[in-house]
C-alpha cells in the first residue's frame, strides 16, 4: 500500500495523497483560488517547479502571473516558446537576443536572419500553435560539463562561456518539444498555460514581445515606440557591442582576466557623454532655457546625475542653482494618504506646489529666496538661512519623482524648461536568452542604500516595491514622452559591484518571511556574475549614489 502523506494549501485546503504525487496535481486542485494558471509552488520555505515530487508533509503555496515570482516564470516561459516558434519559422540555426524592458515590452534582435513584419506574424502564429499543442516544459538535470559540450556543437557560444563561470556540478535544461535550453530560472508546467503575449515589429531585425506585468495580469499593454527612449536604448546596446560586452559571460571573462578597469571605466565615459551631450543641447537653447528638470523612477540616480549635468553646464558658462522636490514635502500632518489610509509620499499633492511655485516665479523675476530644507525625522520644512538668488546667465537644475509633471512648475512657461527623463534602461544580461529586469537593478540599488543610509533591511524594501511601482506607474512614466533628453544611468559593470554588497543582505531574509522566495530569486540572478570589487569604482559614479564613498559628499 502506498505511503501517504498530508498536504496542507493556506489553512484552506488539507489533503492526503501518495507520497512521490507532483505539486501539478494539488495545483490542480487549488487553481480555483486563483485568478491566473499557477505558475510555480512553494513547499514548505522552497520554491519548486510544478513538476517536483512530495515526499513528507509539507505546507504548500503557489504562484501565479500576479505575483513577482509567478511573473518571471511566465514572461520566460513566453521567451523559450517563441524561441522555439523563431527556429520552426526561420530554421534552427537563427537565434534571438532577448534585451531589456522598454516601454510596455521587451526589445528582441533576430541575430543571423533578415526579419520583416511578415515573418514577426509568422513567429506569432506560431507561438499560437505551440500553445494549443500543451506541450510540456521538461527539465533534465544534466551535468555542467556535458551541457557546454552540447553548446559548442551547435555553436551557441554564450551559453558555453556562461556555463564556465558557473560553480554547479549539475545544471536544469529545459526541454520543449525538440528544443533545449537554459534557464537560470523556473518555468512552467506546460505551454497551454501561456495564452497571453504580443509581437510588435519595430525596424529592421527588431521587434518586442509583450506579456502581462504584476502590475495588470490580464491583459497585454500596448508597446508604445518613444523615439528619444528607443534612440537611447538602442546606442546603449549599440555601446556594449563596441567594447564586446554583449552579456555576464562577456563580463565573466573580462574580470578572470584582470581587465576590470577597462569595462569600469569604459562605462563612466558612456554615461559621461550622454550628460555632456545634453549640456551641449542645453547651452544651445540658453537664450530660452531657464529651468532643467530632471525626473525618473526609484534608485536611477537622479541626484548624482542633477549634479554632474550641473558641472557640466558651469563648464558652458552657466552658474547652476540645484533644487530638489523632496525639500517641498508638506509638513507631516498635510500630507495626503492613499486607499489604505497610509502617508502617499509618492503623490505630486505630497509637494507644496503653491510654495514651490512661488519660489520658482521669484527667482525667474531676479529675487532672493529662502529656501528649505526637508527634515525627514521631524516630518517638516526646516529654514537654515540658505537664501539663493537667479542672476542674468544662471539656471536652475531640479530633481525629483515629479519633475516632467507640467502641475510641478505650472508657473514657468513650457518654452523656459529642459525635461530629462532618467533610468537604468538597459542592464548587462546573462545570456541571449536570460534577461535580467531593469527594475531589479533598481531594487539592488534600492536595498543596499536603505541598508547603509537607514538601517533598513532587504525584506523590508523588497515589502516596499509594490507601491513604488505603484506610485511610478501613476506619476512618472505618463510623463516620459514630454522629455526633451533622456539619460541611461545603467552601468554596464555594476551588479558585479552591488553583488558583494547586496548578496549578504538578500541571504538575511528569513525562510518564514513571504519576501524570501524573490530574495531567492535574486540571489539565483547574481549566482550568473562574478563580483568585482569597488575599488576602481571612482567617486563620481553615479553607482557610488548607492555604495557609498561618493566624492559628492552631501549625498
Known amino acids: 500500500m502506498a505511503k501517504m502523506i498530508k498536504v496542507s494549501f493556506r489553512n484552506l485546503v488539507t489533503l492526503e495523497v501518495e507520497e512521490n504525487t507532483r505539486v501539478i496535481e494539488i495545483a490542480k486542485m487549488c487553481q480555483k483560488y486563483f485568478n491566473y494558471p499557477i505558475m510555480l509552488a512553494k513547499v514548505d520555505n522552497d520554491i519548486v517547479g510544478l513538476d517536483y515530487e512530495l515526499t513528507k508533509k509539507c505546507d504548500i503555496d503557489f504562484y501565479d502571473r500576479s505575483s513577482y515570482q509567478g511573473n518571471d516564470v511566465y514572461s520566460n516561459s513566453a521567451y523559450m516558446i517563441m524561441i522555439l516558434a523563431i527556429k520552426r519559422v526561420l530554421g534552427a540555426n537563427v537565434d534571438v537576443d532577448i534585451s531589456n524592458s522598454i516601454d510596455n515590452g521587451v526589445y528582441c534582435e533576430i541575430l543571423n536572419y533578415e526579419l520583416d513584419r511578415e515573418a514577426v506574424a509568422k513567429i506569432k502564429a506560431e507561438m499560437d500553435e505551440i500553445v494549443k499543442e500543451d506541450l510540456i516544459f521538461t527539465p533534465l538535470n544534466v551535468r555542467r560539463t556535458d551541457a557546454m559540450k552540447y553548446y559548442k556543437k551547435i555553436k551557441t557560444m554564450d551559453k558555453v562561456k556562461l556555463l564556465k563561470y558557473t560553480s554547479n556540478s549539475y545544471i536544469t535544461l529545459y526541454r520543449l518539444d525538440d528544443y533545449y535550453d537554459y534557464f537560470f530560472s523556473k518555468l512552467a508546467y506546460s505551454s497551454k498555460d ?41 546606442s546603449s546596446e549599440e555601446f556594449g557591442k563596441k567594447i564586446n560586452i554583449n552579456n555576464a559571460a562577456d563580463l565573466n571573462e573580462i574580470v578572470s582576466n584582470g581587465n576590470t578597469k577597462y569595462a569600469i571605466r569604459m562605462a563612466e565615459l558612456n554615461y559621461e557623454n550622454e550628460l555632456m551631450s545634453l549640456a551641449d543641447e542645453i547651452y544651445k537653447r540658453k537664450d530660452s532655457i531657464k529651468v532643467v528638470l530632471l525626473a525618473g523612477p526609484s534608485s536611477s540616480g537622479k541626484t548624482t546625475s542633477a ?68 527634515n525627514f525625522i521631524e516630518g517638516k520644512k526646516e529654514y537654515k538661512k540658505n537664501y539663493v538668488k537667479l542672476e542674468e546667465n544662471d539656471i536652475l537644475v531640479i530633481e525629483g519623482l515629479h519633475s516632467l509633471n507640467e502641475e510641478l512648475t505650472s508657473s514657468v512657461d513650457r518654452k523656459n524648461k529642459f525635461k530629462i527623463f532618467i533610468a ?37 524594501t523588497l515589502r516596499m516595491w509594490s507601491n513604488i511601482r505603484k506610485g511610478e506607474f501613476k506619476w512618472i512614466y505618463p510623463y516620459q514622452n514630454d522629455a526633451d533628453g533622456v539619460i541611461n544611468s545603467a552601468l554596464i559593470y555594476e551588479l558585479a559591484v552591488l553583488k558583494i554588497y547586496v548578496e549578504p543582505l538578500l541571504y538575511s531574509v528569513s525562510e518564514d518571511d513571504e519576501m524570501y522566495g524573490e530574495a531567492i530569486r535574486l540571489i539565483n540572478v547574481l549566482r550568473n556574475i562574478l563580483p568585482i570589487p569597488s575599488d576602481y569604482v571612482p567617486q563620481d559614479s553615479v553607482l557610488r549614489e548607492f555604495i557609498g564613498g561618493s566624492g559628492f559628499y552631501d549625498i
Open 307 to 374: 549634479k554632474k549635468l550641473s558641472l557640466y553646464l558651469e563648464t558652458k558658462g552657466f552658474h547652476t542653482i540645484t533644487l530638489s522636490t523632496d525639500d517641498y514635502f508638506l509638513d507631516r500632518s498635510e500630507t495626503p494618504v492613499d486607499e489604505n489610509g497610509e502617508f502617499d509620499f509618492e503623490s505630486i499633492y505630497a509637494i507644496d506646489l503653491k510654495l514651490f511655485n512661488s519660489h520658482l516665479s521669484k527667482l525667474l523675476k531676479g529675487e532672493k529666496v529662502l529656501l528649505p530644507e526637508y
Open 194 to 234: 501561456i495564452d497571453t503575449y504580443k509581437l510588435t515589429y519595430i525596424k529592421n531585425n527588431t521587434f518586442v514581445i509583450s506579456t502581462p506585468s504584476i502590475e495588470h495580469p490580464d491583459e497585454v499593454l500596448p508597446f508604445k515606440n518613444i523615439p528619444k527612449i528607443m534612440n537611447t536604448f538602442t
Open 424 to 460: 537604468p534602461f538597459t542592464q548587462l544580461n546573462i545570456d541571449y536568452h536570460n534577461r535580467i529586469h531593469t527594475s531589479d537593478t533598481r531594487r539592488l540599488r534600492r536595498i543596499v542604500r536603505d541598508n547603509r543610509t537607514r538601517g533598513r533591511n532587504a525584506a523590508d
